[in-house]
């Protein structure tokens, strides 16, 4: 064979080893980049966060719980936690509700009401954290400063256990009456532990649902504010509960969800400073945020 043949044949063959080489390379370039789109067993056992999304289903009443929740809504979208609403409207089958699973909280009530309702009926709900205070207030449409209420005046007042303990705890706050000592304990009361009347006046009980409906009919009236709210009255305000009251509304689950990440976010959603914000800038003293901590 000739010389310059030996040498073609040569560089044909480095030619096609070359080429050979050039495509298992970009094969493999072109597997590789197939394979980063797709998830890993390590990425399906771990998804991403972001990608997650919890939902948690609760009942939460009109005004303001489920307003509240509202306005944190989409803060809670941003961390996958979806918060579904069931119902608007608490009823007496709402703990209930919660206690067998069907719900993961509830948004209606303060924790003296959930401690009474577990002594009961035998559950063991918790409070996951206080919220916000619907002061109960005095009302009139008739005066516009408790220093122009005259003597004899009647008023009227809610007569359910812890809501009624509330109105003559304000009525004696305000130099009305003096209650027996041991009802601060209790926190509870009525009109028959009064041990002394300051200034004269008539107090008529009344379940709390008639109170508004009725109250032409007396000089002033006390009621819960998100009851104000929901009626929409205009009546002038006297005086009311502080936000160190007892009876902040609170976040309610049952106990093994305490540390429920979901519930804890919720919770911090409703106590953060952008809440507390909007609840004075929108409610006008008729809910107030709950005092936190110490």
């Known amino acids: 064979m000739k010389k310059h043949n030996v040498i073609l044949i040569i560089l044909t063959l480095i030619l096609a080893l070359s080429f050979l080489t050039g495509c298992g390379k970009d094969g493999a370039s072109k597997k590789s980049t197939v394979s980063s789109d797709i998830p890993t067993s390590n990425s399906n056992a771990n998804p991403s966060p972001s990608k997650e999304t919890i939902t948690i289903k609760g009942i939460a009443d009109l005004v303001p719980h489920s307003e509240l929740i509202e306005f944190v809504a989409p803060k809670l979208e941003e961390q996958g936690i979806t918060v579904k609403l069931v119902a ?8 209930e509700k919660l206690a067998k699973g069907e719900i993961d909280f509830n948004f209606f009530q303060h924790e003296p009401y959930l401690k009474e309702w577990n002594e009961v009926n035998g559950y063991n709900l918790v409070n996951a954290g206080d919220i916000h205070v619907e002061p109960i207030t005095a009302y009139s449409d008739k005066y516009s400063s408790k220093e122009d209420i005259p003597d004899n005046a009647v008023v009227a007042i809610p007569n359910d256990g812890t809501n009624e303990y509330r109105a003559l705890r304000i009525l004696e ?3 009305f009456i003096k209650l027996n000592p041991e009802t601060a304990t209790s926190l509870s009361a009525s009109v028959s532990d009064i041990a002394e009347y300051l200034r004269p006046i008539e107090i008529v009980e009344l379940d709390s649902a008639q109170i508004i409906p009725t109250k032409d009919d007396y000089d002033f009236f006390i009621t819960n504010t998100n009851k104000a709210l929901e009626a929409k009255i205009t009546s002038a305000k006297l005086f009311s509960e502080g936000n160190d009251s007892p009876y902040a509304n ?6 093994e969800d305490l540390n429920n990440p979901a519930i804890v976010a919720l919770v911090k959603a409703l106590q953060s400073e952008d809440v507390r914000q909007y609840i004075t800038d929108t409610y006008n003293g008729a809910v107030i945020p709950a005092k936190l901590g110490n």
Do not use: L
Request: glycine share 6%.
């Open 88 to 95: 608007t409207a608490a009823d007496n089958t709402t703990n």
């Open 173 to 175: 706050e305000n130099g």
């Open 250 to 255: 609170i976040i309610a689950v049952r106990e």
